[in-house]
């Protein structure tokens, strides 16, 4: 089984400071990665995903990842950060088999980001 | 608007009560999830559905149960057998196929006891 392990559960920096949120992941087969985003009391939002291909994917808002296979790790980066970026972050990882996906994330146990001014 | 809707945004549940949170999606996916969210554990997910008429066991399904007969709908209902059931609920939507698309989730429901 796969499991998901995101290293700080809470982050505080600085606005227009660098930020980055630690991933790794644990699988005996291949995964599709994901960032998701979530807002006070709301849902999940997409940030980014991993599929395949270039190993530096770049998401919205600015956010970039870039995925090891060598370190299993998927860790999320921001170049300069804004009040508006203080949300809860989760990384997810999504099984491969072949070509395709059970279709079932995994999820961390997520980090909460704190832009003070 | 496309999206998933989820109600009520809270609910509260006395005990032995099964209560019933809806989620309605109208993005034309053809699978649809749910997911508990305790603080600090991330959100684990407690059923699953890849298409009409059929649905999956997640990680946390005892005390839960769903029926998926509309594309459209997924309900979850809380039994009296989920000794603690007090979380955020969240519902999610993708197009399916196993093609690790994208989630889409809707608002979530906050359950609490009395």
């Known amino acids: 089984a796969q499991s998901v392990t995101q290293l700080d559960s809470q982050v505080p920096v600085f606005e227009e400071a660098p930020v980055e949120l630690r991933c790794n992941y644990s699988s005996s087969v291949s995964v599709y990665l994901f960032w998701y985003v979530q807002y006070p009391n709301q849902g999940l939002q997409l940030l980014l995903k991993?599929?395949?291909?270039?190993?530096l994917v770049k998401g919205i808002n600015g956010f970039e990842a870039e995925f090891n296979k060598s370190q299993t790790s998927f860790h999320l980066r921001k170049p300069s950060v804004h009040i508006s970026d203080t949300a809860e972050y989760f990384c997810?990882?999504?099984?491969?088999?072949?070509?395709?996906?059970?279709?079932?994330?995994?999820f961390g146990q997520g980090t909460i980001l704190t832009v003070h001014p | 608007d496309g999206g998933i809707t989820q109600s009520p945004k809270y609910l509260f549940r006395k005990e032995g009560q099964n209560v019933t949170l809806s989620c309605e999606q109208n993005?034309?996916?053809?699978?649809m999830y749910w997911y508990r969210q305790d603080p600090g554990q991330g959100l684990r997910l407690i059923y699953y559905?890849?298409?009409?008429?059929?649905?999956q066991k997640g990680d946390i399904a005892e005390g839960y149960s769903v029926s998926r007969e509309k594309k459209e709908s997924f309900p979850l209902t809380v039994t009296s057998a989920q000794k603690n059931p007090t979380a955020f609920y969240l519902c999610a939507s993708s197009i399916g196929g196993n093609r690790a698309e994208t989630q889409y989730f809707g608002p979530g429901t906050r359950l609490l006891v009395l």
């Open positions: 559905s890849q298409i009409v008429n059929d649905f």
């Open positions: 993005l034309n996916h053809d699978a």
């Open positions: 997810a990882v999504d099984v491969r088999v072949g070509g395709t996906s059970y279709g079932k994330l995994t």
């Open positions: 991993y599929l395949s291909g270039s190993t």
